[in-house]
């Protein structure tokens, strides 16, 4: 599918409408007393089609704005979500569906005196539609464009943790869109890449000349593919950038294959989670940098969240072993997709 494309053009022109948003659009998310009610439904939205812990949603400001029209803000909301175009598209699960509308009739019923048609109506569709172990997410570019992923229901299946997007992916992709002039012009090598959010962003918005996403996994290299499909970029030609998938398993990668792809930018989001691959990710980045004779050493960034101190502690004394220096990025990015915050996500630049 190219960027012209039926599909993707329906799904650009969903999401386009009315939504050039400043970057700052995320703060009234995350600030309950701050939401006023006008931004209820559109919140709503943004939070429901990224899949977000119902948690997440400012239920407060709900219930200030359905005090004065419960029926009416309701509709706008169904509207936005499980009536709108996007969501018989690229739907979120039907678990996730059922949460939401549920929780939609819970604080309707607390304002309105008669319940609402159309809210059981939805439930009802999704109460009879199938399990599936794919759903769907979009998230929105700070152009209103949006970025539509398949990715699995289970965080972990196929026995991989591939399947999904990872906080640290949506935070790597935060801070790309602030630093575009690290990809502008560059070949850009992705490890790890998964479903593919963090390289389908740098693509849309950062125009690298080249970008290499990378796994070692063959259905995320497949789920990958499709997603890079979705979203108007192919391996045949994406407007401004070429864009390649490649197999590369940090265990065995050649070096040969390394110097053909001649990255001058590395990236990689949450890859630092599993202590016995952390040696061989450390030897590919020494690799990559190549740290003796080479005239121009290509850059490298790790976002990583941090479940587990002692494994990234490990990381980065590996790294010190490998004769890598790093430095941690502490300057904060602008929110611009909803995610769960409260994990502990540093991002760090490698170097010799
Ligand atoms: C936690 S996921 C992160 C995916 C994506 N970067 C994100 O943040 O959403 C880790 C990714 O690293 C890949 N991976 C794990 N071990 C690998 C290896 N030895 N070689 C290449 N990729 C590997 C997995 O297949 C998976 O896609």
């Known amino acids: 599918m190219s960027a012209d494309s039926p599909p993707y053009r329906l799904v650009q022109k969903l999401l386009i409408k009315k939504r050039k948003m400043p970057h700052s659009r995320l703060r009234c998310l995350h600030d309950k007393n701050g939401t006023n009610s006008h931004d209820v ?29 419960p029926s009416e803000v309701i509709l706008d909301i169904l509207r936005k979500t499980c009536l709108h175009p996007i969501c018989r598209q690229n739907p979120p699960s039907v678990k996730y569906r059922k949460l939401f509308l549920s929780e939609l009739i819970k604080r309707h019923e607390l304002y309105a005196s008669e319940p609402l048609d159309e809210l059981y109506d939805a439930l009802g569709d999704v109460i009879g539609a199938k399990e599936e172990t794919v759903c769907y997410k979009s998230y929105l570019l700070p152009s209103g464009e949006p970025v539509g992923l398949e990715e699995n229901v289970a965080v972990i299946s196929e026995g991989t943790t591939g399947l999904v997007t990872w906080e640290a992916a949506l935070h790597l992709a935060e801070w ?7 990809f502008t012009g560059r070949t850009v090598l992705e490890l790890g890449s ?80 599993d202590p016995d691959i952390i040696g061989c990710l450390v030897r590919l980045l020494a690799e990559l940098l190549k740290c003796k004779g080479q005239q121009r050493h290509p850059e490298v960034y790790i976002a990583s969240t941090i479940r587990n101190p002692e494994t990234y502690n490990c990381f980065k004394n590996e790294l010190e072993k490998a004769g890598l220096k790093h430095i941690v990025i502490t300057h904060p990015v602008t929110q611009v997709f909803p995610y769960n915050r409260i994990v502990s996500i540093e991002m760090i630049k490698v170097h010799c």
């Open 41 to 69: 439904p559109s919140n709503f939205q943004l939070l429901f089609f990224a899949m977000c812990r119902m948690s997440s949603f400012p239920w407060d400001a709900l219930e200030r704005a359905l005090q004065n029209s």
């Open 176 to 182: 790309a869109l602030e630093h575009p002039d690290i």
């Open 194 to 273: 998964g479903v593919g959010l963090t390289g389908i962003v740098v693509c849309r918005v950062c125009k690298p000349t080249k970008y290499v996403f990378s796994d070692c996994h063959q259905s995320v290299l497949e789920r990958l593919r499709n997603n890079i499909t979705r979203n108007g970029l192919t391996e045949q030609g994406s407007p401004g950038v070429s864009v390649l998938t490649e197999e590369v398993d940090w265990q065995n990668v050649k070096k040969d294959q390394l110097r053909r792809i001649g990255a001058d930018t590395i990236i990689a989001a949450d890859v630092v989670y």
